[in-house]
């Protein structure tokens, strides 16, 4: 079982709803991570968040607005989407600067966003 | 091989006997590259990486070689089981930390 919870598991959305993706994870990580996934693709790095603070943006348009409120708390604000970015977000943490297994993330099971 | 559009690549292995899925990778800066499974309706989950100054690392049933000469990665998984039936995805971690995914293989194993 994942240690990450991401919450909803599910989500429909007109393209004028506002609403939130949430993940939550308890292990100590210090560096989380959006990433989006479509039907049969990898994931495509969305944002990092390293103490808190943004580290990475992958030039994602606006209208997803990550947010970081504590240590153990990734949120994905959701504005104003299109039908095109109808996925599977995937949050993840990892430790920062570790040396050994330095490639380790910890995915959650995603929110699949389904945009009409 | 590259998949293209809506096709993954698949191999399809005899239960039992070894997988070796394969990968190309364009980054030569990389200084980690990954291997992580995803199995329907789940996360991606980490199984072996390999720093870019070694050739091969073991795991659990599993090796990961890497060829820096031709930019080939590799992953071997012995003795498969019904249970390694997911999709790989070979990745890696460059000089800004960040960790980009390859195109992924599926594997299907045959009873």
């Known amino acids: 079982d994942t240690e990450v919870t991401q919450t909803p598991k599910h989500l429909v959305m007109g393209m004028t709803n506002k609403k939130s993706l949430k993940c939550e994870q308890h292990m100590g990580h210090r560096a989380m991570y959006w990433y989006k996934q479509k039907a049969k693709k990898p994931p495509e790095l969305m944002f990092v968040y390293s103490y808190e603070k943004l580290s990475i943006n992958e030039s994602v348009p606006s209208r997803f607005s990550p947010e970081c409120p504590n240590s153990s708390l990734l949120n994905l604000h959701l504005h104003a989407l299109q039908p095109e970015d109808s996925a599977l977000y995937l949050c993840a943490s990892s430790h920062l600067f570790r040396r050994q297994s330095a490639g380790e993330l910890f995915f959650g099971e995603g929110s699949r966003l389904t945009v009409l | 091989g590259e998949s293209v559009g809506l096709h993954l690549p698949t191999l399809s292995v005899q239960e039992g006997d070894n997988s070796i899925i394969n990968c190309a990778y364009s980054?030569?800066?990389?200084?980690?590259f990954i291997w992580y499974k995803q199995e329907s309706g789940k996360g991606p989950q980490f199984i072996i990486d390999i720093r870019s100054n070694m050739d091969k690392r073991q795991g659990q049933r599993v090796t990961v070689l890497l060829n820096k000469t031709v930019k080939h990665l590799s992953l071997q998984i012995a003795a498969t089981q019904p249970g390694d039936s997911a999709v790989y995805f070979c990745a890696e971690k460059n000089r800004d930390d960040k960790i980009i995914f390859g195109k992924g293989t599926r594997l299907h194993i045959l009873p």
């Open positions: 980054n030569s800066a990389s200084d980690y």
